[in-house]
């Protein structure tokens, strides 16, 4: 048998997910030789300070401040240190230097991932990221690879574990907004600071990763239209509900029809949507995540699972690493950056589905009428109406009482609906537009 | 840019799928060339009868009773003619004139992987087979690549859809067996002989199959334990519907101890079991499919989709035709079988779970005190009992009344039980032994 010399792994990072790999490397370090072909020998972890580094439970001549020296004795670098800079820099010198790279950071790819695609390109490395979008669940090689044979038409993604967590605290418990992210804070979902789950941002960067790959299409983070769930309410949830829906915030990527020139192009969106309860989707509690594909001839697929999590994504790190190291034992690239369709982005005017829009309306003749001419007007075809009395109690000091009317569409362009939404806004009959939510996955 | 020659395919059965991946690679030629980096070029369809072919919407001159010559001239060999011979001989024939091959025959793969993957690592070649199970579902390449890094402790699946359309149907409508079985056959889902997909056949050899990859260890066909779902009456599903659970065929394949030397061995079996309503694999209706993977790190995944279908075998052939080809094109071997683990396969004696044992037994006194001593005398302990009326009509020639105990045991090994159900069989209080089922998932 042929011996070859070991693979030299440097360790990117030194929190909860790095100690994580470093441990499964050095605890199982036959099984990875004998699946690898070559024993990986983890040379070193760059930490920012060496103090923080001791606590843990692996060997303290691991740890070192000089990430650039460890890098340039590297086969391959795993990066798991997060944040755009200095990784950005360190994943450009380990690729400059011929190692391939490992990352779990979505925000990075999302932000630079072009330019880290095209330096891996021009010298041949490779850039493996399964762990950059919902942990440990295998979505990255399936739509890198079983699906590079079919035409993926349409992706929905529970990606975000946070909002998912507590958005489903809010369905099942009836918490408040508030309440449910304070738990969540307490149990260590959210962060002090939510914003980035909260508002989104996570999920968009995910979008932007799985829209591209699906559609062989740069989407850049900024063309990624991104809804938070901060304007979530419990009666929105309690609404939702009783009309058979869950709202579940959604990472939805999609070939469409450019209305405006008939052409085919892509939209990647991230927003809270109403989802029927007897969709896969719905029954996706707690932080977990789970993103639904449908391709042509595949049909609807599934990839359920924990979202995050340090053990998760060490999973998802070391499967890569797994790749990345047979491939240097053996030799031959694996897949390259897939852009090769490049198609138009589209704006979320181009989108077409389906509507709830909850109005808080002054309870007097014709309020119906004048209502469903809007909709009309702006060739938006109205499915159903129902009347409740959410919200009457919020405008109590009105002069006129108040009910509610909840308006399902049927599957209308997003620029007709905004544009009648605006023109309800200035209805004398109207109070106020309480939400327009988007039904996906009919 | 440098360009390539083409990749020659050589298609091997012109039946559903093999037609519908010989559409879409005509169809979507330029497609497939971007993503490759090379044209795929569709050099024939061996078929066992020219006139069977000419039905089909493809250029007639592409068929061809020659496979021999067909598969001397072509890079990539795609196998869906189904059968262990002519299929295996051909398949050898692509290997050793140093063709990777693309193959959705399970059948072929359980019965001579062995021997078809030492063939092919003798010459380097690749053999690709993620429609073998599952149909479109990845779950080869997540088992292959993804979890690499990861230890898999436990494989749970839906891996056949014909039983799960008649046992949803048996579950969701009250229908018999038979009824079922009937209502399949009518659409397709059940074959005029349904031996296969019934007595588990079929769901033995995506067991053999998955837990191959899933411990790196050889599992031969004949090592399977395979109960079939013939046994299960519309009674037992409505018992086990009012005590929470569902009846699935699960191909169930997993890391244990070996109760004799206390080493780690492996188990794949395929049985219906029952299965707590709030497990995911539950939710599986239809002939739909899923795979549920317990790993150490990764936690809990499921894979879920339809399971079978021509454009979705279709899809997975063609998923593995572009890794394939990108070999071809760029270089390097992909991943060979793996199996270095070579743990004990252990029988299903070994294994260690919960059961529902459903008795009749004659309705006096003392029963329960018997049949509780069995339990205990064997080290099986007892987690319920519940009488039920279940079966009385059935004996209603007996001399006593009988009436219908149900126990569900904690977690036993197999050979405890075995034992147990043997003694209660020859208690004079027992009148026949109705059903022994498995609870997995808990």
Chains 1, 2 share one sequence.
Do not use: W
């Not at 690729?95 to 072009?114: C, F, P, Q, Y």
């Not at 035409?151 to 489903?168: A, E, H, Q, S």
């Not at 109403?274 to 509690?285: G, K, N, T, Y």
Request: glycine share 10%.
């Amino acid at each position: 048998m042929i011996e070859y010399r070991n693979v030299r792994v440097a360790l990117l990072g030194g929190g909860t997910v790095g100690a994580q790999v470093a441990r499964l490397l050095l605890e199982h370090k036959e099984e990875f030789a004998s699946r690898v072909g070559a024993s990986l020998e983890l040379t070193g972890i760059a930490v920012r300070n060496l103090d923080a580094a001791r606590s843990a439970d692996l060997p303290k001549e691991l740890f070192t401040t000089d990430a650039e020296s460890l890098i340039l004795g590297a086969d391959i670098v795993i990066e798991v240190m997060g944040g755009l800079e200095p990784a950005r820099s360190y994943i450009l010198q380990a690729i400059n230097s011929g190692a391939d790279v490992v990352t779990a950071n979505k925000a990075l790819l999302a932000t630079h991932g072009t330019e880290l695609f095209e330096a891996a390109e021009r010298v041949g490395a490779q850039l493996y990221f399964e762990a950059a979008v919902a942990g440990a669940i295998p979505i990255i090689r399936p739509l890198r690879e079983s699906l590079a044979g079919d035409r993926v038409k349409r992706i929905m993604g529970i990606v975000n574990g946070t909002t998912n967590y507590i958005l489903d605290k809010m369905d099942t418990e009836g918490a408040s907004f508030d309440d449910a992210l304070a738990v969540a804070t307490e149990l260590g979902y959210a962060e002090a600071d939510p914003t980035a789950d909260v508002d989104a941002f996570d999920a968009a960067q995910k979008a932007s990763i799985l829209a591209s790959l699906a559609f062989h299409t740069t989407i850049p983070l900024e063309s990624v239209h991104r809804e938070g769930i901060r304007a979530i309410s419990g009666k929105t949830v309690e609404l939702a509900k009783k009309a058979g829906y869950v709202v579940k915030l959604l990472a939805v990527c999609e070939r469409l029809t450019d209305p405006a020139t008939g052409e085919e192009g892509v939209s990647a969106r991230v927003y809270p949507a109403l989802i029927s309860r007897e969709h896969p989707l719905a029954a996706v509690h707690k932080a977990n995540n789970a993103v639904f594909v449908e391709a042509e001839a595949a049909g609807s697929l599934m990839f359920y699972g924990a979202g995050a999590g340090g053990p998760e994504t060490a999973s998802a790190v070391l499967g890569d690493l797994v790749s990345a190291a047979r491939r240097h034992v053996i030799g031959g690239p694996g897949l390259g950056a897939s852009t090769h369709a490049n198609l138009p982005v589209l704006p979320i005017s181009a989108i077409t589905t389906r509507y709830h829009v909850t109005l808080l309306v002054f309870d007097r003749p014709g309020v119906l009428a004048s209502v469903a001419e809007e909709f009309a007007k702006h060739g938006v075809s109205v499915e159903l109406v129902e009347q409740g009395t959410f919200g009457s109690e919020a405008v109590s000091g009105e002069a006129a009482p108040t009910a509610t009317l909840v308006i399902g569409t049927h599957a209308a362009l997003e620029s007709d609906l905004a544009a009648t939404v605006s023109a309800l806004a200035q209805l004398d009959a109207v109070s106020s537009v309480v939400s327009v939510l988007r039904v996906e996955g009919a």
